[in-house]
C-alpha cells in the first residue's frame, strides 16, 4: 500500500499479513544489550526461558562473546498464578550468586499478558532485602509492541528516569548516545571524541564488555561498560547527542526536560555529511576543534570516494535493516553516486517516513521506502527490478545467494562472518571502510557488470543470465570496468 | 553435592552426584534430580518447548512452511540458526510467523492465523503443508489454533498441522520434543497406504541431520540391504513421514528426543524398534548388527563393519596418539552426554564431569553406566556451574554447545561444539574422523600455548571491581 508519494520516491507499507522472513525480532533483546553497556550489569528476563536464551544465543551469534541474561523461568503455574514468586527468587539468586552493579528487569509477552506488576514485585523484594541498595530497574519489553530497537529505546528512557541524578555541578562532558551499533562504532566514536579531546559519557558502552580480550585471568565481569557512577553524572554534561532517532530520542527529550542538559538528535553519523554534521556540532557545544588527524581522515575519505565513482556511480542498491542506519546510509549511498532504489525496515514511523522523503526530496532519489516489510517483500521486489548490492544484515544472505547479488554486511545480527561486530561503520574512517567494501565487492564479483547500468543485450557474445546479469562470459567486459 | 557458587541455591546440590561416592537408585545410577523447574534466575542454559518442538523435531521437515504463531520474536531466534541440513534449504531459508501485536493479544490471534497460512501457502504454492507453531501469548490468550489449521487445511487443500508447544508449558525443550512427536504422529502417520515391498525397510528415528550426519551412514545401512523410508527427521520430506509407519523396524538413535513415536507406532501398527547409537565405532558397529539381526543379514554387517573400521582406523591411531590421557567435561542437551564417553574412549580420553540441559532420570542413568568412578554428573547446569567445573576439574577439553563456548574461551578451555559441530558430520565412521580431528584442532591448536605464555591481566585490574565490592558486602 502506497503511504505517499513524490514525484520519484514513495513510501510504502506491507499488505500482507503473515511474515515472511522479519527484517525485526522482540523487544527484550534491546534492553539485554543496552544493559551489557553498564559495568557489571545483568537482566532478568521475565518470562519462560526461550525468551532469555534466545536472544543470548543470537547476540553471542554476532559478536563470539558470551552473554549471560538470567530468566524467571516462568512455567504454566505463572501463567495461571502470575510470575511474581519467580521473579522475586531470581532477584535474590541474581544477586547473591553474582553480585552485580545493576539489575534490568524487562518483561516478555508472557508476563505482559500475565499482568504482573514489575515495579510492586521489586519493590517488594527490596523491602525484604533493606541491604540490597544496587539499583533495580525495570522496562517494559512486550513484543508485540514495536521491535528489537524499541526495547533498546525503553530502557535508555528508564536509565534517564531513574538512573540518573540531578545535579548542577558542570562536569565538561558531553553524553553519547550512540543507539544500536557495534562495538567498534562506539570504539570509533570514543577515538573520535579522544582526538578531539572532548571527554564524553556513552549511554550505553559495551563496546567493551561485548568485545572483550583474553586475559590472563578472566575477570567476573567484562572489563568496560559505562559505570553507574557516571550514569548518575550525565545530568552535569553540558550536552546530549543521540545519534539515533529511534534508539536514545525518548531518552534524549528527558535529559533536555528535566536536566536541562541540550539534547540534540542527530542522523547516525554514517558517510561524509552525516559526520559532518556531528563533528561541527561537538565543536559548536564544546569548542573544540576538530584536529587534524580527523580533518586528514575526511580529506582521504573524499579522495577514497573520487577514487570509487567510475565503480558505482548510478548503481543501484537495496538498503535493509534498523531505520537510524538507514538514514544515515542512504545519504551516504547517495553521496557516493549509488541509487538507493529499495530501502526497507520492519519499524513503522511516521517520522521515519517523513525524513526519508525529505531526503529522497533533497537528494532527488527515486527510492522506494518500504516500512513495516520483510525481507521476503524485498527479495520479490529484487527479482522484479533488480539490484547491485545489499547493505544489510545477515539474514539478507538468502537474497543475495539466490540472485547472486553481493551483500554487503551491515547491521545486527551479522551471524554468517567473522568479526563485523568490530566494524565500525561510523565517522569518516568507518565511511572510508563502507566505500572499500563496496567497491570490493563489485571488483570481485566473477564478472563485473552491473545488474541495472549497462545493457548488454546487443553486445555479441554476452547473454544475461537469469535476467538480472552477473552471468558468466563477460570476462572482456569486466576488465574494460575494472581498469576503468 | 554443593558447589560453591551455589552456597546460596543449596537446592541445586541435588542435580550433582560423583560417581562412586552415591547411593545407587534401583536402576543403577546414582540419583540426580532431573527435569524439574529450573530455578529462577540462576542463568540456565535451558530453552523452551517451543524451541524443542519447532527448532528440533519439527523444523528439519524441508518441504512445509514453518509458520510460528506468535509474536516476532520466537519465529526470528528459531530461524535458520540449526543446521539440519537436507537436499534442499527451504525449511532452513524462510521463517514465517504470523507476527502478533498488541491489537491481536487483545482481540485475539485466530484471524491472522487463518489468513496467514492461506497468504503463506499461496505465496510458496510448491509447500507441502504448514506447520503452525504456538508459542505462549497465544497460548494465553486462549486461541485455538487447532481448530483455525482445520479450517485452513479445507482451504488451502494440504496438511495444516498444528503443535501446541508454547514455551512455558514444560521445563525445557524436552516437552517440545514429545509434543512434536506426538503431533505428527497423529496427524500424519499413516495418512498414506503405499504399495510396495517394505519387508526390508527401517526408520531411523531421532536423527537430525545435523551438518549432513544421515549421509555417513545411510550408504551403510544401504549396503546391508535395507532401505531407510523415513527419517525421522532429518532430510526428510511430509511424504516420507505419512508413509513411515510401513517401515519394518524403527532404529531409534535420539532415545530422549524421539522414543515417544517409535513408542506410538508400537502401539498402533506394532511396529517394532531397537535402541542405537549412529556416533563412533563400536557404537555404529553395534547398530549395524542389531538392525542385519533383525532381519536375518548378520553376515553382510560384518564385512561392512570391518571394511570401514579398516579404512578409517589408521586416522583414528593418530589422532588418538595425540589426544591419549585427556581430560573431558561432556555438556549437551541429552544423550549425547552417555552417547560420547564411548567415543572418546576411543580416542584414548576419559570424560571427568558429564550434563545435561534436559536429560531425564533414564538419561543419568546411562551416563552413570558409561562413565568411569570419579566422574561429576549433574544435570541443567548454569552459567557459574560450568565456570566453577572448568576451573576445578581443569578438563583438557569442553564439548557443549555454542552459547557455551565463549565461556570456555575465556577461560582458556579447548572446545568443540558438540551441538551443531565445528566442522562435521561427526556420525557413522567417517565422522568418527571429523570427530577426532575437530578435538585435536581443538586440544593441539597452537593458539593456546600463546596464551598460556603470553596472555596478560586486565589493564588497570586491581581485583575486579565488582568483587571487591563483593567482598565488602559479604
Ligand atoms: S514471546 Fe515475545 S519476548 Fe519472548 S521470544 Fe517471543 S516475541 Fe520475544
Ligand atoms: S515466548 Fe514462549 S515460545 Fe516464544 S521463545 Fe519465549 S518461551 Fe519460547
Redesign the interface.
Known amino acids: 500500500m502506497t503511504v505517499t508519494t513524490t514525484p520519484k520516491a514513495t513510501v510504502t507499507r506491507q499488505e500482507?499479513?503473515?511474515?515472511?522472513?522479519?527484517t525485526?525480532?522482540?523487544?527484550?533483546?534491546g534492553a539485554m544489550l543496552a544493559t551489557y553497556g553498564v559495568?557489571?550489569a545483568l537482566t532478568?528476563n521475565h518470562?519462560?526461558?526461550?525468551?532469555a536464551?534466545?536472544?543470548?544465543?543470537?547476540i553471542?551469534?554476532h559478536t563470539?562473546?558470551?552473554?549471560?541474561?538470567?530468566?524467571?523461568?516462568?512455567?504454566?503455574n505463572?501463567?495461571v498464578y502470575g510470575g511474581k514468586e519467580?521473579?522475586l527468587?531470581?532477584?535474590?539468586?541474581?544477586y547473591?550468586?553474582?553480585?552485580?552493579?545493576m539489575i534490568t528487569v524487562c518483561t516478555?509477552?508472557?508476563s505482559e499478558?500475565?499482568g504482573d506488576d514489575i515495579p510492586a514485585i521489586i519493590g517488594e523484594f527490596q523491602e525484604n532485602f533493606p541491604e540490597i541498595s544496587i539499583p533495580i530497574v525495570d522496562v517494559n519489553t512486550?513484543?508485540?509492541?514495536g521491535?528489537?530497537i524499541t526495547g533498546f529505546d525503553n530502557f535508555l528512557e528508564v536509565l534517564a528516569k531513574s538512573l540518573v541524578r540531578r545535579g548542577r555541578k558542570p562536569n565538561n562532558k558531553i553524553n553519547i548516545v550512540p543507539g544500536w551499533v557495534n562495538p567498534g562504532d562506539i570504539r570509533e566514536l570514543k577515538a573520535m571524541m579522544h582526538e578531539m579531546e572532548v571527554a564524553a559519557i556513552f549511554l550505553t558502552d559495551y563496546s567493551e564488555t561485548l568485545d572483550?580480550?583474553?586475559?590472563?585471568?578472566?575477570?567476573?565481569?567484562p572489563?568496560g561498560g559505562t559505570t553507574l557512577e557516571e550514569i548518575e553524572d550525565s545530568s552535569n554534561s553540558m550536552a546530549l547527542f543521540a545519534l539515533q532517532k529511534h534508539v536514545g530520542g525518548k531518552a534524549a527529550s528527558i535529559y533536555d526536560r528535566r536536566y536541562g542538559v541540550p539534547s540534540h538528535v542527530l542522523p547516525m553519523p554514517i558517510g561524509l555529511e552525516n559526520t559532518d554534521q556531528f563533528l561541527s556540532k561537538v565543536t559548536e557545544v564544546t569548542g573544540k576543534e576538530v584536529p587534524e588527524s580527523i580533518e586528514m581522515d575526511r580529506a582521504r575519505l573524499l579522495d577514497a570516494m573520487v577514487d570509487a565513482h567510475m565503480y558505482v556511480t548510478d548503481m543501484k542498491v537495496a538498503l535493509f535493516g534498523d531505520p537510524d542506519i538507514l538514514e544515515g546510509l542512504v545519504r551516504f549511498t547517495a553521496e557516493l553516486g549509488l541509487r538507493p532504489r529499495y530501502v526497507v525496515t520492519?519499524t513503522d514511523s511516521k517520522q521515519w517516513a517523513d525524513d526519508m522523503m525529505k531526503l529522497a526530496e533533497e537528494l532527488d532519489l527515486d527510492t522506494e521506502f518500504m516500512m513495516k516489510t520483510d525481507l521476503?517483500e524485498l527479495h520479490k521486489r529484487v527479482k522484479a527490478e533488480p539490484v547491485d548490492f545489499l547493505i544489510g544484515h545477515s539474514?539478507g544472505k538468502?537474497i543475495a545467494t539466490d540472485e547472486n547479488i553481493p551483500l554487503i554486511r551491515v547491521g545486527f545480527p551479522i551471524?554468517d562472518r567473522f568479526g563485523y561486530h568490530r566494524k565500525a561503520i561510523v565517522g569518516y574512517r568507518g565511511a572510508m571502510y563502507l566505500v572499500e567494501e563496496i567497491v570490493n565487492a563489485f571488483l570481485s564479483q566473477k564478472t563485473v557488470v552491473s545488474n541495472t547500468i549497462m545493457d548488454m543485450r546487443d553486445l555479441e557474445g554476452c547473454t544475461l543470465t537469469n535476467g538480472s546479469g552477473n552471468g558468466h562470459g563477460h570476462e572482456k567486459m569486466s576488465e574494460m570496468v575494472k581498469e576503468a | 553435592m554443593l558447589l560453591k557458587?551455589?552456597k546460596?541455591?543449596p537446592e541445586r546440590a541435588k542435580h550433582f552426584v560423583v560417581k562412586g561416592s552415591c547411593t545407587p537408585t534401583p536402576g543403577g545410577g546414582c540419583p540426580v534430580a532431573s527435569n524439574v523447574?529450573?530455578?529462577?534466575?540462576?542463568?540456565?542454559?535451558?530453552?523452551?518447548?517451543?524451541?524443542g518442538c519447532r527448532g528440533v523435531v519439527g523444523g528439519p521437515v524441508k518441504d512445509v512452511i514453518q509458520?510460528t504463531h506468535?509474536?516476532?520474536?520466537?519465529?526470528?531466534?528459531?530461524?535458520?540458526?540449526r543446521p539440519h541440513l537436507a537436499d534442499s534449504d527451504f525449511h532452513i531459508?524462510?521463517?514465517?510467523?504470523?507476527?502478533?501485536?498488541?491489537s491481536?493479544?487483545v482481540f485475539g490471534g485466530e484471524q491472522?492465523l487463518l489468513?496467514?497460512?492461506i497468504?503463506?501457502a499461496e505465496?510458496f504454492p510448491e509447500a507441502k503443508g504448514v506447520f503452525v507453531y504456538n508459542?505462549?501469548?497465544p497460548?494465553?490468550?486462549g486461541d485455538d489454533g487447532k481448530d483455525i489449521a482445520k479450517i485452513a487445511q479445507e482451504k488451502i487443500g494440504k496438511p495444516v498441522v498444528f503443535f501446541r508447544c508454547e514455551?512455558?508449558?514444560?521445563?525445557?525443550q524436552s516437552l517440545g520434543h514429545h509434543v512434536g512427536n506426538e503431533t505428527i504422529f497423529k496427524e500424519l502417520v499413516g495418512s498414506v497406504e503405499p504399495e510396495g515391498d517394505f519387508s526390508r525397510s527401517i526408520n531411523i528415528v531421532g536423527d537430525y541431520n545435523i551438518k549432513h550426519d544421515i549421509r555417513t551412514f545411510e550408504p551403510l545401512f544401504e549396503a546391508l540391504g535395507v532401505r531407510i523410508i523415513t527419517r525421522f527427521t532429518g532430510n526428510v520430506s511430509v511424504d516420507e513421514i505419512k508413509i513411515m509407519h510401513k517401515a519394518a523396524l524403527n532404529v531409534i538413535h535420539c532415545a530422549r528426543s524421539a522414543t515417544y513415536i517409535a513408542d506410538m507406532m508400537k502401539d498402533k501398527y506394532g511396529t517394532p524398534y531397537i535402541h542405537v547409537t549412529l556416533w563412533g565405532i563400536k557404537h555404529m558397529s553395534d547398530a549395524l548388527r542389531a538392525t542385519a539381526q533383525f532381519f536375518g543379514l548378520e553376515d553382510r554387517a560384518e564385512q561392512v563393519i570391518e571394511a570401514q573400521v579398516a579404512k578409517i582406523m589408521p586416522q583414528i591411531n593418530h589422532y588418538r596418539s595425540r589426544l591419549a590421557g585427556k581430560k573431558v567435561f561432556i555438556y549437551q542437551g541429552g544423550p549425547r552426554a552417555w552417547h560420547w564417553p564411548q567415543l572418546l574412549r576411543e580416542l584414548g580420553m576419559d570424560v571427568i564431569a558429564a550434563a545435561t540441559t534436559f536429560g531425564h532420570e533414564e538419561d543419568y542413568d546411562k551416563i552413570y553406566e558409561n562413565v568411569g568412578d570419579g566422574t561429576l554428573i549433574f544435570d541443567n547446569p548454569n552459567?557459574?556451574e560450568i565456570?566453577e567445573v572448568l576451573t576445578t576439574y581443569q578438563p583438557d577439553l569442553f564439548i557443549s554447545g555454542?552459547?557455551e563456548?565463549?565461556?570456555a574461551?575465556?577461560?582458556?578451555t579447548p572446545f568443540v561444539n558438540g551441538h551443531t559441530y565445528d566442522t562435521g558430520p561427526y556420525a557413522g565412521f567417517s565422522g568418527m574422523v571429523n570427530f577426532a580431528r575437530d578435538i585435536d584442532r581443538a586440544i593441539n591448536a597452537p593458539v593456546w600455548k600463546l596464551?598460556q605464555k603470553k596472555?596478560?591481566?586486565?589493564p588497570g585490574?586491581n581485583g575486579?571491581?565488582?568483587?571487591t565490592?563483593?567482598a565488602e558486602?559479604f
Open positions: 500482507r499479513v503473515v511474515a515472511i522472513n522479519p525485526r525480532t522482540c523487544a527484550p533483546i559495568h557489571g532478568i518470562g519462560s526461558q526461550g525468551c536464551t534466545y536472544p543470548r544465543h543470537q553471542t551469534r563470539r562473546e558470551p552473554c549471560e541474561v538470567a530468566t524467571t523461568s516462568l512455567s504454566e505463572a501463567a519467580n521473579l527468587i531470581a532477584l535474590k539468586n541474581v547473591e550468586r553474582f553480585h552485580p552493579t516478555t509477552c508472557l499478558t500475565i512486550p513484543s508485540y509492541v521491535t528489537h572483550g580480550g583474553f586475559y590472563s585471568e578472566k575477570p567476573h565481569f572489563k520492519a521476503h539474514k538468502f551471524e | 557458587c551455589n546460596t541455591i523447574q529450573t530455578t529462577p534466575g540462576d542463568m540456565t542454559e535451558r530453552g523452551c518447548t517451543y524451541a509458520l506468535g509474536p516476532i520474536g520466537c519465529s526470528f531466534y528459531s530461524w535458520g540458526y531459508k524462510y521463517s514465517f510467523t504470523t507476527d502478533l501485536e498488541e491481536n493479544i491472522k489468513q496467514s497460512i497468504e503463506a505465496e508459542t505462549c501469548a497460548a494465553l490468550i514455551g512455558f508449558a514444560g521445563v525445557s552459567a557459574l565456570e555454542n552459547k563456548r565463549y565461556i574461551y575465556k577461560m582458556g596464551v596472555a596478560r591481566p586486565v585490574w575486579n571491581r565488582n568483587e565490592s563483593m558486602a
